[in-house]
């Protein structure tokens, strides 16, 4: 079966500093995206960033970027500039390229920003 | 910018009862998923429905279990006998089309309490 792997469950990060949440998955696909969503204590989830597979470049969205290493399957999100805003927890996720196209997600990691 | 939404937001019911929870997906999305989250862990994929029919569903989706897209707008689950470990947050999402489509849009959530 497919995972997808979040080995921090809890991260601290100083305000204004950057910092990576470790994301790998397994999986024999050789098309599949990549995703990474922010569900604050509200409980909703808010996408964040997108990686296809195939896509050469790492993908930026902001403050948020991806640093895809295909060959080692990890996904990691960087966030730049920390507020404390981005405390929340952080999920990411990996969806199917064929069948019902379903999203399977990690444990999370939840993110904890300092004043 | 187009939303998916949930209702009721919050539903306690009694053991053994049925309850539907309801969806309206983006009206021009073609995929529609229900997910749900046991409070403190991860997402879990439920089902997937594309064309009027189920396209894939996990094996948490056992036939207590059932959606229909009644309408053409709403999206519903239904929970013939609800237990007490139905007790979770209920996302219901969509997808515009794929595999170029990447955004997964989430609805706010519906918390399911079963006492």
């Known amino acids: 079966a497919q995972k997808i792997t979040q080995t921090q469950p809890g991260m601290f990060v100083q305000e204004k500093e950057a910092v990576t949440l470790d994301c790998t998955y397994d999986?024999?696909?050789?098309?599949?995206?990549l995703f990474w969503y922010k569900q604050p204590s509200s409980g909703e989830m808010i996408f964040l960033i997108y990686q296809g597979s195939y896509d050469e470049q790492n993908a930026t969205e902001g403050r948020y970027s991806l640093n895809f290493q295909k060959a080692r399957k990890s996904a990691n999100l960087v966030i730049s500039a920390s507020q404390l805003g981005d405390s929340a927890m952080y999920f990411c996720?990996?969806?199917?390229?064929?069948?019902?196209?379903?999203?399977?997600f990690g444990a999370g990691t939840r993110l904890f920003v300092k004043a | 910018e187009p939303e998916v939404t949930q209702t009721p937001s919050h539903q306690v019911t009694q053991m053994g009862q049925e309850v539907i929870l309801r969806c309206v997906p983006i009206s021009n999305h073609l995929y529609f998923y229900w997910y749900r989250q046991i409070l403190g862990q991860k997402v879990e994929f439920l089902v997937s429905?594309?064309?009027?029919?189920?396209?894939?569903k996990s094996e948490i989706f056992d036939d207590q279990f059932s959606v229909e897209r009644p309408d053409g707008s709403n999206f519903t689950l239904k929970i013939r006998s609800t237990k007490l470990e139905d007790s979770a947050m209920y996302f219901c999402a969509s997808i515009m089309d794929t595999p170029r489509s990447y955004e997964q849009y989430f609805g706010p959530g519906t918390r399911l309490t079963v006492t």
């Open positions: 429905f594309y064309n009027n029919e189920i396209s894939e």
């Open positions: 999986t024999s696909d050789q098309s599949y995206g």
């Open positions: 996720a990996k969806r199917d390229s064929t069948g019902g196209f379903k999203t399977i």
